[in-house]
């Protein structure tokens, strides 16, 4: 088992370990309970699975085919229990915390960036909350999550692009869709500090927020043997590393109510040196981008 820095740099072959009985509880119409326990969730909920695990299976995609479909209503009853789950651990924040102070180790232009949404959710004069929340920019709705101002189900994806970057079509192929990362993995790429030590990637609200232009022009593009697309940014953590994500091209998600196709980011976080030269190196991988 992987330890703790190699969790928090993807270590993407544990993921397996908890997507194989959540597909199996999907696909064989067993309850997600049952086999969900069969695991130990002290080796496996590092931060990086909890938007791995949800977002690849949302596209109820057969494991075994590869074939992408809408999600079925017994997947859909699974990942809500899989998320009360999570929720239950202490890993995402509860409904209650909405209202909650932000962190008071955040940076200063991170409490700006909170202050200018605080202010937008208060002063929304003919519009409703959900409306105010759907006009954000990716950074003001990272800085709501973060925070716990606004709640999973009022925002179960944060809107990163209106479209995708045209590198990526050009270079991986990829479809020009929007690009979305879940309420879960932008919790955990942003957050600092919690009740799971260990699980937060520490970006913060302020860094994500230049993650949309940043995408336009990578350092690196990587196609991983898992068939996602990893983009380097030339972005920095606050301890120097480069900002690495971790990509689904098109994924079948629920938003608002229509199963459409996005580009989703799995995961967000700083990535060491060697790990990065690792996954140039790395069998069934292909540099697309040195």
Sequence with gaps: MPGRSAAGEGAEEVVSDLLSPLAEATYRDESLAVLYRQLDPADLLYSFMIGAAISTLASGASAATGQRAEASPKYRANEAEYLNLLERKGLLPPESSKNAVPDGTAK?????????????????????RAQVIRSMSFGEQVADIESGLISRKEKPFANVRETTPEILVWEAGADPLPIIMSYESAFLSARSEGPQPGHYHKLGAELMSQIPEAMEHPLKIIRQKNGRIAEVLDLKDQNERKVFLSIELSAIKDVDGTHSAYNLIITAFGAEENYIERQLGKEGNTVLKK
């Design 108 to 128: 200063e232009n991170t409490r700006n960036l909170l202050q200018r949404v605080k202010e937008k959710l208060s002063s929304h004069i003919g519009k409703t």
